[in-house]
């Protein structure tokens, strides 16, 4: 057995990980892992699948991949590999179709702002010109009511000097009843509480929920668990194998425990906010404890 098989295979038994569930995460045969483990390499279909199964291998024990394909380049030389030409023709293609997708995108972009200018424009000149209309700006007129002398004023009648009577009717207002102020509800929080043992722990409040999203930038093997109300660890939720683009959605009424393989290659979200899991390609456990009120 090889030093690098040696770790691959101490790594993933502390991780248990068997090799039928590295088989399902990676799509490798398990006789192919099983090569890699021994350090028999030529038992792979070739030099490229060498290194690209090794590296799969890594990521999904949460190795730094970078790391264990230089061990394998200074115990196994080899001449540069070229890559398949089908690759280089694929890359190619994609840079093309970036560049003309920014294209229509910034052209479109211009139109759009154009049409606003001249709807601006427009809206300006209609605006000042209807303000400055005479027509608009009416005085305003007050009328003052008459008050007649009487011999025998009423509080609701009065008679003017041919004895004729007019009724005045008095207008009393009743008072709008304030509604009562609708209560707010109190807003989520996510707050970094501990790291103990290796796991960092955080304490979300003001939900029933967790709302857990995953945006994946690479590759990245991570395992989610619900916890039980004594704090163990309960049903696995999901065990998977990432990749670049990937993203992910939970909603869990009770808290969680997330096995991370690559931290930097994770954008984690709890609830709308943003929780940093690092910016280096290690492994990373996470908590998050849900209190209800």
Request: aromatic share 8%.
């Amino acid at each position: 057995m090889s030093d690098l098989g040696y770790i691959l295979r101490k790594t993933r038994q502390e991780k248990k990980i068997s090799l039928d569930d590295l088989q399902e995460v990676t799509k490798i045969r398990k006789r192919y892992l099983e090569a890699i483990e021994e350090g028999n390499y030529k038992v792979l279909p070739g030099s490229f699948y060498v290194r690209a199964f090794i590296k799969s291998y890594a990521e999904a024990v949460g190795l730094d991949p970078t790391e264990v394909l230089n061990m394998y380049q200074s115990t196994n030389p080899s001449p540069a590999i070229e890559k398949p030409v089908v690759e280089v023709i694929r890359s190619n293609r994609t840079r093309v179709r970036n560049t003309e997708k920014m294209s229509r995108w910034a052209s479109s972009l211009m139109f759009v702002c154009f049409i606003l200018l001249i709807f601006g424009i427009v809206y300006y000149y209609t605006y000042k010109n209807y303000k400055g209309t005479p027509a608009d700006e009416k005085p305003t007129q007050t009328q003052t009511p008459r008050i007649t002398d009487s011999t025998n004023p009423s509080p609701n009648s009065s008679v003017n000097a041919t004895g004729e009577g007019k009724a005045t009717t008095v207008a009393t207002s009743t008072p709008t009843p304030t509604p009562a102020p609708t209560p707010t509800p109190p807003a989520v929080q996510v707050k970094f509480s501990s790291n103990e043992k290796g796991v960092d722990n955080y304490i979300i409040t003001g939900t029933a929920n967790l709302n857990i999203q995953f945006k994946i930038k690479g590759s990245c093997w991570i395992a989610v668990n619900a916890l039980t109300p004594e704090g163990d660890k309960g049903a696995l939720l999901r065990q998977k194998l990432y990749n670049d683009g990937d993203t992910d959605l939970f909603d869990i009424p009770s808290s969680a425990y997330l096995n991370v393989g690559a931290a930097s290659a994770l954008q984690l979200m709890v609830n709308g906010t943003l929780v940093p899991v690092g910016d280096t390609p290690n492994p990373k456990r996470v908590q998050l404890n849900l209190q209800k009120s």
